[in-house]
Every structure is written in structure tokens, then in C-alpha cells.
């Protein structure tokens, strides 16, 4: 049943490292899994991204000698919270969260894969400029509506609908099927906000 004609789901970053247990892991994280293999099927493509990190990535507070994680340092110009190592390529915690359908997913995006530069949005890198390539798959599939699910809300999330709405999507964020990080405390609200506030339509 394809009830969403020219859309698309997008699942953002529904891995172990995000989930209880992983390294950076977001409250409640596991508990849009279910969701999201029940809304899966209605939906004619299925896209799903992959947050997978070289060792070596700058996001990393380990890679920054002195610093703390969860710090925040502007590097080249741009804001970065220093995280915890999470989502490295190849490991256990880069990989989807058990019991994740991925079976009717067609592309598989990761990101995050340089590592001079972290990339939360689906669409571009942090310096807002370097595609991932992600537009030009939708634009060739005539798709003009985005449905986000995912994690997390403050962060990858927010930034690949804010993206979604740049590029001329009609975005739309299933929040039940989001859990966010919120740090700083209160940055889920602030998120949320902003995204409404920017023409993302929250669906309860
Ligand atoms: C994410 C922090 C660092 C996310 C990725 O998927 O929202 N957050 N890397
Ligand atoms: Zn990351």
C-alpha cells in the first residue's frame, strides 16, 4: 500500500550507538524502531542514513587533546559539539538497531565520513555547501514531499529538515518516531520550534 505517492521516509541514524547501551545514546531511542516498521510500508521509498565516522573525525572529543566531551569548540568556522566516539565505520555500534525492517529500504546514506568536517543533515555537510548527493537521488525520483523519522531531533533530524524545506520539500517530521539528545538542555524544544517555525508540519 503506498498511501504517500511522490514521498519519501527518511530515517535518520536509527543505530545501535544512538540507542540504550551505545555510546551516545538518546533516551528512549529504541523505542521508534517499532514505529517505524509499522509506517514503513506505506511509503513507495524508503531512505535510510547511516552516521559512520573514521576514527579519526574531528567531532570526536578524544581527537582533541584536553578537551572534554560534550564541550562545544568552533572549528573552521563552525560550531561543533565534541562528542563522545560513536558510529565508527564498520563497528557494532555503527550498525542499525536490531529489529530495524530494512528490508524495503532502497538507498542507504552515510555521512559523516570525512573526517574534517561532521555532517548531521542528510543533505549536506555541516559547511553547508558539500551534497551528499541525497537531492539529486529524490529530485530523480520526482519525489517533492519528505517525511523524517529518527534520531535524533536536535541534531541530525533538525538539520535534514531544515535542509528538506531550503531545498523546496514539503517536510514533515513524525515526531512520535524521534528521540533527541537535548543538549544543551532544552534543545529539543528549541529544535522543534524552529522547524515548526520554518514550515516543517509536525505530525503528533
Ligand atoms: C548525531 C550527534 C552526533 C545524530 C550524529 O544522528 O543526531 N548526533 N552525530
Ligand atoms: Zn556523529
Same mark, same amino acid.
Given at each position: 500500500?503506498?498511501?504517500?505517492?511522490?514521498?519519501?521516509?527518511?530515517?535518520?541514524?536509527?543505530?545501535?550507538?544512538?540507542?540504550?547501551?551505545?555510546?551516545?545514546?538518546?533516551?528512549?531511542?529504541?523505542?521508534?524502531?517499532?514505529?517505524?516498521?509499522?509506517?514503513?510500508?506505506? &511509503?513507495?521509498?524508503?531512505?535510510?542514513?547511516?552516521?559512520?565516522?573514521?576514527?579519526?573525525?574531528?567531532?570526536?572529543?578524544?581527537?582533541?587533546?584536553?578537551?572534554?566531551?560534550?564541550?562545544?569548540?568552533?572549528?573552521?568556522?563552525?560550531?561543533?559539539?565534541?562528542?563522545?566516539?560513536?558510529?565508527?565505520?564498520?563497528?557494532? %555500534?555503527?550498525?542499525?538497531?536490531?529489529?530495524?525492517?530494512?528490508?524495503?529500504?532502497?538507498?542507504?546514506?552515510?555521512? %559523516?565520513?570525512?573526517?574534517?568536517?561532521?555532517?548531521?543533515?542528510? &543533505?549536506?555537510?555541516?559547511?553547508?555547501?558539500?551534497?551528499?548527493?541525497?537531492?539529486?537521488?529524490?529530485?530523480?525520483?520526482?519525489?517533492?514531499?519528505?517525511?523524517?523519522?529518527?534520531?535524533?531531533?536536535?541534531?541530525?533530524?533538525?538539520?535534514?529538515?531544515?535542509?528538506?524545506?531550503?531545498?523546496?520539500?514539503?517536510?514533515?517530521?513524525?515526531?512520535? %518516531?524521534?528521540?533527541?539528545?537535548?543538549?544543551?538542555? %532544552?534543545?529539543?524544544?528549541?529544535?522543534?520550534?524552529?522547524?515548526?517555525?520554518?514550515?516543517?508540519?509536525?505530525?503528533?
Amino acid at each position: 500500500m503506498d498511501l504517500y505517492g511522490n514521498s519519501v521516509l527518511l530515517v535518520i541514524d536509527v543505530q545501535n550507538d544512538f540507542c540504550p547501551g551505545g555510546r551516545l545514546a538518546v533516551k528512549d531511542g529504541d523505542r521508534v524502531v517499532p514505529f517505524i516498521n509499522e509506517i514503513m510500508d506505506k &511509503f513507495g521509498k524508503v531512505v535510510a542514513t547511516q552516521d559512520w565516522h573514521p576514527e579519526d573525525h574531528l567531532s570526536f572529543a578524544s581527537n582533541h587533546p584536553g578537551k572534554e566531551v560534550m564541550e562545544i569548540e568552533t572549528i573552521d568556522g563552525i560550531e561543533q559539539v565534541l562528542w563522545p566516539d560513536h558510529c565508527i565505520q564498520g563497528t557494532e %555500534g555503527a550498525n542499525f538497531y536490531p529489529g530495524l525492517n530494512i528490508e524495503n529500504i532502497s538507498l542507504i546514506l552515510r555521512k %559523516g565520513m570525512d573526517k574534517r568536517i561532521d555532517s548531521y543533515s542528510a &543533505f549536506f555537510e555541516n559547511d553547508k555547501k558539500t551534497s551528499t548527493g541525497l537531492d539529486g537521488y529524490l529530485r530523480n525520483l520526482h519525489i517533492d514531499t519528505v517525511y523524517l523519522t529518527g534520531l535524533a531531533t536536535d541534531y541530525c533530524v533538525y538539520y535534514t529538515a531544515i535542509d528538506a524545506v531550503k531545498l523546496g520539500y514539503r517536510t514533515n517530521l513524525f515526531i512520535k %518516531g524521534s528521540r533527541g539528545v537535548n543538549f544543551p538542555e %532544552g534543545n529539543v524544544e528549541r529544535a522543534v520550534n524552529d522547524m515548526k517555525e520554518r514550515g516543517v508540519k509536525i505530525i503528533e
